[in-house]
């Protein structure tokens, strides 16, 4: 089980460099768009700055995790947990804000955006999902033993 710690902070480690790859995707779309600024329409640039700060704080949150001693030498239980939630959600919510940024074009299959879109959805599902993470989350905030099993 505890080896699962670990494969927890790997996982949010895929899932920070999906939504890393979401922000140069936008990047993109303003190449794309040949003298538009897109970063110019009503609530664009802070959908942009706010997708900056969700990067970073995810990207600390991982460092953190990684480095924290748990149990046999992997990564804190609890903190890994928190860790994959965090950046799971993250890529989430940075691939669709992409796609939205791309608008039609980015719901195309012929578009990478729609391949983004669900290979972040995985992170909340392979791994344990984010509730049975939650529960665990919550088991610590209530001052509650770990389970033996992801399923309690
Ligand atoms: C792309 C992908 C790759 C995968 N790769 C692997 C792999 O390599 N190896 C492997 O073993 N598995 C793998 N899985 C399976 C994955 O681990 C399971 O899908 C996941 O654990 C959820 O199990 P389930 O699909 O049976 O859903 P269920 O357990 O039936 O859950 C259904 C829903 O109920 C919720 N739920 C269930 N129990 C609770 C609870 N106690 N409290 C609150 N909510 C709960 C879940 O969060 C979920 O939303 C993969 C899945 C995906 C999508």
Redesign the pocket.
């Known amino acids: 089980m505890d080896a699962y710690n670990a494969q927890c902070v790997g996982a949010a480690t895929v899932a920070l460099g999906i939504a890393r790859a979401a922000l140069a995707c936008c990047r993109l779309r303003q190449a794309a768009q040949a003298g538009r600024q897109i970063a110019k329409f009503q609530g664009l640039p802070w959908l942009l700055a706010g997708t900056a700060v969700a990067i970073e704080v995810a990207r600390l949150m991982v460092w953190r995790a990684a480095r924290s001693p748990g149990p046999a030498g992997f990564p804190d239980p609890v903190l890994a947990a928190r860790t994959k939630i965090l950046a799971a959600e993250t890529a989430v919510k940075l691939t669709n804000d992409a796609l939205h940024i791309w608008g039609a074009a980015g719901y195309a299959r012929a578009n990478p955006m729609e391949r983004q879109v669900r290979d972040a959805r995985?992170f909340t599902?392979?791994?344990?999902?984010?509730?049975?993470l939650r529960?665990l989350g919550a088991g610590h905030v209530l001052g509650m033993r770990p389970p033996r099993t992801r399923?309690?």
């Open positions: 995985k599902l392979a791994g344990g999902t984010a509730q049975i529960n399923n309690g």
